[in-house]
């Protein structure tokens, strides 16, 4: 999958209009949205992923931190029986929101997040691009007296 900074450098490339092909830049729009969109679309199933991956480590770690996981869980993740006592079940939430294993998850969601907005803001320009270009060359025609 495409990484943020290689989304933006593809666009600053991308982006680029050579006035003198404004036809090829006009007929070169709707593969650049389909290279996008494809972008956005395998971002947001990440970002899905994430979110789903983090509601299940949310419920393990929760029953880890309650002391109710089985050895065989312990033993898949490498973790060691939690043996401090939270008190209540709502303590647990305190564990919960400053847990390593779920802040990783939560910053995988937000760095696809991002991605999505960055590529939903060049589909947004894209979708502006033709309009931009059909602007440009009516101008063009004016000034050259036709």
């Known amino acids: 999958m495409i ?5 933006i450098n593809s ?4 982006s680029q209009i050579d006035e003198s092909k404004i036809l090829s830049e006009l007929t070169n729009t709707p593969l650049l949205h389909a290279k996008y969109v494809e972008i956005l679309s395998q ?4 970002t899905q992923k994430a979110k789903f991956d983090h509601a299940k480590m949310k419920k393990i770690r929760r029953e880890y931190y309650l002391g109710n996981l089985d050895k065989e869980t312990l033993d898949e993740y490498g973790w060691e029986q939690f043996d401090l006592k939270i008190g209540t079940k709502g303590n647990i939430d305190t564990y919960l929101e400053a847990d390593d294993y779920l802040i990783k998850i939560l910053e995988k969601k937000a760095y696809y997040d991002e991605c999505i907005f960055i590529c939903e803001a060049i589909i ?13 060359m009516s101008h063009t025609r004016f000034l050259a007296g036709n």
């Open 11 to 14: 666009w600053k490339k991308d």
């Open 124 to 136: 947004k320009e894209l979708n502006n691009r033709t309009w931009q270009l059909r602007e440009y």
């Open 3 to 7: 990484k943020l900074d290689e989304i």
């Open 43 to 46: 971002h947001r199933l990440a």
